[in-house]
């Protein structure tokens, strides 16, 4: 490797770096870093993309700039722009400033860019380099391409357990299988996400508050999908000074004359079925790039066979629940074959005090 591959590397890397400071705040919009550097390659300036709305990171470099970058070199994580949006197109200013060469890790999926950006930089004479640092790109940016790619949320499903499989006792009783440190990084793993769905059955059994607790200031948006719309009337969810809620409810089922149990602040939609797919989609289209399901084992399997699960997250407690009629955390997916069960993948296995977590994303 050349020490110029060296440098381009390591600015692509900081350009990724500066990207990830948005993480949790750019959604619909992906996270995006810009390096710039002089014609004799110094660093003259760099910005992000941290809100949907606000300028984009190329536009945030160029704002900043402390030199001519004239004859200069860009590093951007994701193509730039080309369409005019919320803010105007990044690919002008990279060409009107006079930049000669630009290093794109990753094409941007969205088709009003999709290889565009980059064919005006070529047709302005600007020397552009793919590919540089793409796993890592792809992987910062795994939730916006899969939303992209599919008009879905990338889904992620949790579930705590012992370690022979149970989620809770036949009578429902589930506070709690995992220590505290596991519940504590949950809370920390939720703002990493844009929602948190549970099913009606959670909200009536648990009355959970679905929050960060405050790692995030912007709370996740929560949502509960009921088919019936028998709700409590009194619930922590239904709080909206501590973080927005939405209740999602299939129309061919649900006795809307309970709407009115539900108070003003929450906001409420309605969906035509029960299908978790159909959900995945309003919420992909209302700006969520990733879901959480912190559901139960009915809509935790509709889910899955719906393929709205593309990760999961396991947290295996030392304990022994056992009983015929104990939770699992799915219900029966008519397998009849071992060749029909889900192949898992597991990417991260760790110690949380003793309780074992996996991530596991799905073959
Ligand atoms: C870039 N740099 O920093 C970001 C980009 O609604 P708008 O105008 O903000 O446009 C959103 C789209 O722009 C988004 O879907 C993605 O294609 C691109 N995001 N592009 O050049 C950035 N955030
Ligand atoms: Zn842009």
Redesign the pocket.
Known sequence: MTDSNINDIKWMKRAIYLASLGKGF?S???M?GAVILDKDGNLISEGF?YK??MP???AMAFNNLKKDARGGTIY?N????C?H???PP?VDKIISFGIKKAFISIE?P?D??SGK?IKLLKNAGIQVHKGLCREESLKLNKFFIHRNITENSFGVLKWAMSIDGRVGLKNGESKWITNKFSRSLVHTYRAGFDAIIIGGNTLRKDNPLLTTRGVRKLEPLRVVFTKTLDLPEKANLWDCNVARTLVVYDSSTANKKLLNRIPECVEIEELPSDNPKLLSNLLAQKGCNSVFWECGPKLATAAMKAGCIQELMTFIAPKILGGDNSMNAFSDFEFTDMKEVFNLNATEINLIDDDIFVRSAIN
């Open positions: 750019t619909p919009n992906p995006v993309h949907s709305g984009h990171a190329e951007v994701l193509e730039p722009c369409h949006g919320k803010t990044c941007d969205d009003r860019v950006g």
